[in-house]
């Protein structure tokens, strides 16, 4: 069993959905956790970053972490065709800087 | 605050020859970490380099170097290049070690090996 679960997708929704992104874990010491965004052929972008439990909101993306259920989603509302990317989650803690990534999510909003 | 910047951003080699990546990170921060991904495996950690040494290192065989100058600017380097080294190799920093340990990455380098 991989460290961090994603399902590659893809994804397909139309304009004005509200997107649900997921990962699951299996490390317990995890406590830090972020989502990238992705475009083709571009780096990575820190779209949000938690620590711990909770949610946390910016505009229209909203990050949640159970760690009881050591799940994390990512939900996106009001979905637009520039939300097309692939979505990363990431984690790290018990001691480690490096975070471990899931394999990422595709994503496609279509008019 | 200007963002990690890597050079160059396309580079194609021949099997057999050697490459080396710049990587500069942003202001401030002291941990470069590099990444390859492709689209079979995903993003792999390659290794860190924190204050010029490297803290750690992930499972590529040796001709995966590294190294951090002082001013925090990193290189990778590969030697004897394999088709497989076909990927896009990407730098990340980090302000590591006041309680953030989000990455920011930059825009990678691909490389092509014929």
Known sequence: QKEVEQDPGPLSVPE???????CTYSNSAFQYFMWY???SRKGPELLMYTYSSGNKEDGRFTAQVDKSSKYISLFIRDSQPSDSATYLCAMNGGGSYIPTFGRGTSLIVHP | KAGVTQTPRYLIKTRGQQVTLSCSPISGHRSVSWYQQTPGQGLQFLFEYFSETQ???GNFPGRFSGRQFSNSRSEMNVSTLELGDSALYLCASSLVGTGHYEQYFGPGTRLTVT
């Open chain 1, 37 to 39: 965004r992705q475009y």
């Open chain 1, 16 to 22: 004005g959905a509200i997107v649900s992104l997921n």
């Open chain 2, 55 to 57: 803290r750690n290192k």
